[in-house]
Nanobody, 119 residues
Framework: QVQLVESGGGLVQPGGSLRLSCAASGFTFRMYVMSWYRQAPGNERELVARITSTDSTNYADSVKGRFTISRDNAKNTVSLPMNSLKPEDTAVYYC?????????????WGQGTQVTVSS
């Protein structure tokens, strides 16, 4: 029943924009820290952006000022508008949920969506 479904990936030219979305269901979304990670072939999966239940955010230095993370607790969604995209942003982007429920860590991952930045 727990699902995280990413959408919005695709092929864009350098300097272009994409908006990623993650639709969540099956858990108490508003209580979870939501994050975007990405992984390029041969690379480690890295944190891109994170937003807490109180709307505190943080970003990887490489995307700061270009990407924005936001959440809509009424719709159980988290978004990542990405601007000024670079070839180095090419990766599979994953939505992640982290929650502490009854002193147990719950961690959920989406299946990922491909972002390709190329001319």
């Amino acid at each position: 029943q727990v699902q995280l479904v990413e959408s919005g990936g695709g092929l864009v030219q350098p300097g272009g924009s994409l908006r990623l979305s993650c639709a969540a269901s099956g858990f108490t979304f508003r209580m979870y820290v939501m994050s975007w990670y990405r992984q390029a072939p041969g690379n480690e999966r890295e944190l891109v952006a994170r937003i807490t239940s109180t709307d505190s955010t943080n970003y990887a230095d490489s995307v700061k000022g270009r990407f924005t993370i936001s959440r809509d607790n009424a719709k159980n969604t988290v978004s990542l508008p990405m601007n000024s995209l670079k070839p180095e942003d090419t990766a599979v982007y994953y939505c992640k949920a982290d929650g502490l429920v009854w002193n147990r860590k719950n961690i959920y991952w989406g299946q990922g969506t491909q972002v390709t930045v190329s001319s």
